[in-house]
């Protein structure tokens, strides 16, 4: 495994993009009726590789945006790639359609069907040079269970190394230090038994009912088990100014994965924005504010991992 430390730290209607000269088009492109997204081509290209980016947790859509966030990160990725002649497909979670289709649930799995279900549309297609599964916090562990025997190589963007369990207790008990024993309890009750009754009410909204089965679903999966049964590139990359994960789960990912390169950026945030020491007070502010620049080294360091692939 290599490690590298860098100091400075995604056919129904066709838009062609004005930016940049035309140097990309934008295609509308549904995969099944739980998946639509946004693939983005560069022009006059023949053979290219193809990106998939999968979103993190929550009601996120396909450029990386929730009801009261807008950044953008997703989007601001897609096009950039392509001026490197990459070529992404960016899509809404189900979650987004879920009233739309009348979905009574939605588990973990479902999550991980629907990317395997965009892996199988873009290989019988046979029009990329490579497929590169893309995932961003939760999507990290989405994408390394879907890329198993059908990707050709794997990135993890800010993805925790331990199952959520161990990520929310240490999350909540940052906050309530005196709930963190019973919250172990609470979470090791509904690992075992697929439900639990025995939990601190201040954290009712988390075990609702609909909460506990998709919690169930999400729990039964440790990331770091995960990514070792990859036998693809893995590359690895974590922000260290990100307020949600912590610089030790890309590392307890990297020890366990076969093929990997783990790369902190400095400075980075969850939403792929530089926030220097002098800036930190704005750092959840970044998260809505779609106009501030990506992390100079994001796209570098993807390009890189992503054309080294066509040498291999």
């Not at 396909?62 to 807008?70: E, L, P, Y």
């Not at 002649?85 to 009233?99: E, T, V, Y």
């Not at 999350?171 to 025995?198: I, V």
């Amino acid at each position: 495994m290599k490690t590298f430390f860098l100091l400075i730290c995604l056919y129904t209607a066709n838009i062609t993009v004005n930016a940049q000269q035309n140097s990309y088009s934008e295609d509308t492109l549904k995969i099944d009726p739980f998946t639509e997204g946004n693939l983005v081509t560069p022009t006059g290209s023949k053979e290219m590789p193809l990106v998939i980016f999968i979103q993190g947790s929550g009601l996120t859509d396909r450029d990386g945006n929730q009801t009261t966030i807008k950044s953008d990160f997703a989007k601001k990725i897609a096009y950039e790639l392509a001026e490197n002649q990459i070529a992404s497909f960016r899509f809404d979670k189900r979650s987004i359609k879920a009233k739309e289709l009348n979905l009574k649930a939605i588990s973990f799995d479902d999550f991980v069907i629907d990317v395997e279900n965009i892996l199988s549309h873009f290989k019988e297609e046979g029009n990329f040079s490579k497929l590169i599964i893309a995932g961003h916090s939760q999507g990290s562990l989405i994408g390394m269970l879907a890329a198993k025997d059908k990707a050709d190589a794997f990135i993890s963007i800010a993805g925790p190394g331990k199952s959520i369990d161990h990520i929310l207790v240490e999350q909540l008990s940052t906050q309530f230090p005196q709930f963190k024993d019973d919250l172990r309890k609470s979470f090791d009750e509904l690992k075992q038994k697929g439900s639990t009754e025995n939990y601190p009410k201040i954290f009712q909204s988390y075990f609702q009912p609909q909460s506990q089965d998709f919690l169930a679903s999400w729990i039964k999966y440790e990331p770091s088990k995960e990514i070792a049964k990859l036998d693809i590139p893995v590359l690895i990359i974590q922000g260290t100014r990100d307020l949600q994960v912590k610089e030790e789960q890309a590392e307890i990912l990297n020890k366990a994965a076969f093929n990997s390169e783990l790369v902190f950026l400095k400075d980075m945030n969850h939403v792929f924005r530089e926030i220097k020491e002098e800036e930190k007070d704005q750092n959840l502010a970044s998260y809505n504010n779609p106009e501030k620049p990506l992390h100079p080294e994001i796209i570098p360091v993807l390009t890189d991992f992503i054309k080294n692939l066509e040498n291999k």
